[in-house]
């Protein structure tokens, strides 16, 4: 676990909060490919994984997207509610057991909710690598779509589609 300052804790969209994470002395921070994720220890003493959002060029920061789960176990509340820029947290080095086959050219993304937030990170590799890709998003509303201005914007309005999903719990599969 390394000490890591809290450099934004801010929200991206209803019920989503982004947090930066930086070393307190501005020391670059271990390497990570897209898919990652880090164990972050939040003030309750719980220790929970999230995604990295950010690009993995980038080794000043790792950003996660939370959402605040009230019928969860308290993890996301402690977090967003009890953490505030400066702070510091126990933050476990990246691991990626979801990480981008090296081999393909071309890439199919459907994501839901929440769960775009590792696909963030996927997308802005195989920018940097001009690698091909799509991304389906299906989303309750804008207003809780996470990174909805980013996935909106010229460079990726091509390869990204956006569509508002309600999900019927009374209809399986």
Do not use: W
Not at 56 to 84: F, M, Q, W
Not at 107 to 114: C, P, R, Y
Not at 134 to 142: A, E, I, V
Request: aromatic residues 6%.
């Amino acid at each position: 676990m390394m000490p890591l300052r809290v450099t934004r804790n801010e929200p991206i969209a209803d019920g989503i909060n982004l947090f930066e994470f930086r070393d307190g002395n501005g020391a670059a921070l271990p390497q990570f490919s897209a898919g990652a994720h880090i164990a972050i220890q939040v003030p309750n003493g719980m220790l929970r994984k999230y995604s990295l959002c950010n690009d993995p060029a980038e080794r000043d920061c790792y950003c996660v997207a939370v959402k605040r789960e009230t019928n969860g176990r308290g993890g996301s509340i402690h977090l967003i509610d009890n953490v505030k820029v400066g702070d510091t947290l126990q933050v476990a080095p990246p691991v990626n057991d979801f990480g981008l086959p090296q081999r393909a050219q071309h890439f199919l993304f459907i994501a839901g909710g929440i769960g775009v937030t590792p696909m963030m990170a996927m997308v802005r590799e195989l920018q940097a690598q001009r690698k091909h890709f799509r991304l389906f998003y299906l989303s309750r509303s804008p207003e809780t779509t996470a990174f909805l201005d980013e996935l909106r914007a010229p460079d990726l309005r091509d390869r990204v589609g956006i569509e508002k999903h309600q999900c019927d719990p009374s209809r399986s599969l």
